[in-house]
């Protein structure tokens, strides 16, 4: 059956307006999905940038008031021409230094600064009145101030807090002396957003960006700003005499009330588009913004549009083959027919030779039929294989997710294992109190079984556990517990690096022991050999963290598995040594704890695994969270 070629030109037609069609669509799918995705991690860094904004201003509100109640500020208040101001201005040097502000300034009731920690400097705020500020005219109400802005000396941006300071409270109709002012930076707010893949903007109720990751957009606005308001601005003295141009910033598409798609027209970020998400910060007056790059949603359109245009190709091409296949049987069987008539025509003549093409074709159909017959038992035979092999395969899985689990438990089990025979032991000799010290640990080591089994789920979801104090010197020493009959039977050298003083970090008891379980076994197994075996483990801190390293003697990683061994399921180990879990949820639970896990060769030889965790300040009253022995009983 031949195709009419009107038929055959709308065809032709169709297909590419059909591969069209789907493109666009599985584009604009992708498109949509892409920036839910993308917006949902705009607004998750954005509402950590937010917390550490206001966490960092936050946390000096207490100077101003602390400093207004000291003896020394109020005497020198009372009558400043008669006194040196030298001892206050280094008074509150002092208070500078150590609260790591950038200034410190008392101004009286008129609003001149009469001391200032910056004292010795050509920009001194000595001298200086300070009336028309807002902070200013806050305190002096007898309320607490806060102004952000342009310092008038300085030029700086920063932001202000400022308390009263009473000579004489005890009256009703009282009113403040004197106005203590506490300046802080923004600038190691700003330094800590470069590390983000996103650029971070803070407006105020005009709309003026004061606050930005890029330098460049500083003091520029989010809109054209009009002649009153720009002298309006500059009246007020807030941005000193910044020109406040506009950052070139235009609004392409509104996604909802606090997200949109805008690109800049010029400036260090014109070109690409951007999706912003906007946070308001209430309790300052203030506006955060995000603006993450579109790179990810053009790369999702386009990969979803190849991906639907190579599949919509090859269901065409099916249909292709198909229609051509119908074709060839409807011609073998208009073919098969007109012989059929042929033969009938002839079979008066050729009776003889149709007997004895009759036993040939008889033949024939026989041999096919058992050709039929063979195909159909070769597809059963390999339709049982197939099966076979699929079953062969779930249960290769489930031995690897079995020697995975035994990976995790056997350590405790063999602690247990130990603990009940020193039980019964114990028994036996009648200490009844080291015999029930040693079941506790049994209970305690069942319990902690049950807490590691259900890590296994942390690949696939974080812990909403609470953290706490926990000492990393006990959790080694609670690990090397389990490793102790091992420990003696290799002859493993135990070399421990503690800092003098005890510190903390703030973690899950449980999971972090379960990790450092797995790395001390990780390397008690890749020393598994080597001679004069030696385990370093090493404690020490960095800043507000605290770094926990174990280090083995071994082989080492190869150099080409060092960027692949926290995957999941990826593992050097024979087959049915392990499933590759171990690392890949160890630095799972850790990420969850806040901190990092890395990996990396020692110069003299071997691995060194590194913990990375939040310092805490102090530990918890009545002691850290420890596993604690008071008799020995192991």
């Not at 923004?186 to 990751?213: C, G, K, P």
């Not at 400036?267 to 209430?282: D, I, W």
């Not at 008539?341 to 149709?354: F, G, I, M, N, Y």
Request: charged fraction near 25%; glycine fraction near 8%; include cysteine.
């Amino acid at each position: 059956m031949r195709v009419a070629p009107s038929w055959r030109t709308l065809l032709l037609l169709a297909a590419p307006l059909g591969l069209a069609l789907v493109m666009w669509q599985s584009a604009l799918v992708a498109r949509d999905q892409a920036l839910q995705t993308l917006q949902q991690d705009a607004e998750n860094e954005l509402r950590l940038s937010a917390a550490g904004l206001t966490g960092h201003l936050s946390r000096h509100d207490y100077l101003p008031r602390l400093l207004a109640s000291r003896e020394g500020v109020q005497r020198f208040l009372s009558s400043p021409h008669a006194q040196d101001a030298m001892p206050l201005n280094l008074l509150l040097d002092r208070f500078r230094a150590t609260a790591d502000v950038s200034d410190v300034y008392l101004l009286d009731r008129h609003a001149d600064t009469l001391a200032a920690s910056n004292w010795h400097r050509p920009n001194t705020f000595i001298g200086q009145n300070y009336a028309f500020r807002s902070y200013y005219t806050d305190a002096i109400a007898g309320g607490q101030g806060r102004f952000y802005g342009l310092g008038v000396q300085s030029l700086e941006r920063g932001y202000y807090f400022s308390s009263p300071v009473w000579l004489d409270d005890t009256q009703p109709d009282s009113s403040p002396d004197g106005v203590m002012v506490v300046k802080v930076l923004l600038d190691a707010v700003e330094e800590s957003w470069a590390d983000q893949d996103a650029e971070l903007l803070v407006t105020d109720e005009d709309d003026i960006i004061f606050m930005a990751s890029r330098a460049e957009l500083r003091m520029t606005s989010l809109h054209p700003l009009s002649e009153e308001e720009r002298q309006a601005l500059l009246a007020t003295r807030r941005y000193a005499d910044e020109p406040l141009t506009h950052s070139g910033v235009e609004v392409l598409e509104h996604r909802g009330a606090y997200s949109r798609l805008v690109r800049f027209t010029d400036g260090p970020l014109a070109g690409p588009r951007y999706l912003s998400v906007t946070r308001p910060m209430t309790e300052f007056g203030w506006q955060m913004h995000i603006l993450k790059p579109l790179n990810p949603v053009l790369q999702a359109q386009w990969v979803s549009a190849l991906l639907a245009g190579g599949l919509y190709g090859i269901v065409l091409l099916g249909g292709g083959i198909g229609w051509q296949r119908l074709r060839l049987r409807r011609e073998r069987e208009q073919f098969a027919e007109r012989e059929r008539q042929t033969l009938a025509r002839a079979r008066d003549e050729l009776e003889r030779s149709v007997a004895h093409r009759t036993r040939d074709l008889v033949e024939t159909n026989r041999r096919l039929s058992g050709e039929i017959e063979e195909r159909k038992r070769a597809e059963e035979s390999l339709r049982q294989t197939r099966d076979e092999l699929i079953q062969a395969a779930k249960l290769a899985m489930l031995g690897q997710l079995a020697a995975g689990i035994n990976h995790e438990l056997n350590q405790p089990l063999a602690a247990i294992r130990a603990y009940a025979e020193n039980a019964r032991t114990f028994l036996a000799r009648q200490r009844l109190e080291s015999a029930d010290l040693n079941l506790e640990q049994i209970v305690e080591l069942t319990a902690r079984m049950s807490e590691i089994s259900a890590q296994l789920r942390q690949f696939s979801r974080k812990s909403g556990e609470t953290l706490t104090a926990v000492s990393p010197e006990a959790c080694f020493d609670y690990a090397l517990r389990l490793f102790q009959a091992r420990l003696r039977e290799t002859g493993v050298e135990v070399v421990r690096r503690w800092p003098e003083q005890a510190v903390w970090v703030r973690a899950d008891l449980v999971r972090l022991e379960q990790v450092l379980v797995n790395l001390i076994g990780n390397a008690l197994q890749a020393m598994t050999g080597t001679a004069a075996p030696r385990l370093e483990l090493a404690i020490d801190t960095q800043g507000e963290q605290v770094v926990m390293s174990v280090a083995d003697s071994g082989p080492g990683i190869p150099v080409e598995h060092l960027g692949q061994i926290f995957e999941p399921f990826f593992t050097t180990k024979p087959t049915g040594k392990g499933l590759g879990l171990g690392l890949s949820i160890s630095s799972r639970i850790i990420d969850d704890l806040g901190g990092s896990l890395t990996a990396a060769n020692c110069p003299e030889g071997g691995a060194r695994f590194t913990i990375r965790l939040p310092r805490h300040a102090t530990p918890p009253p009545g002691g850290a969270t420890t596993h604690q022995e008071t008799l020995p009983h192991a």
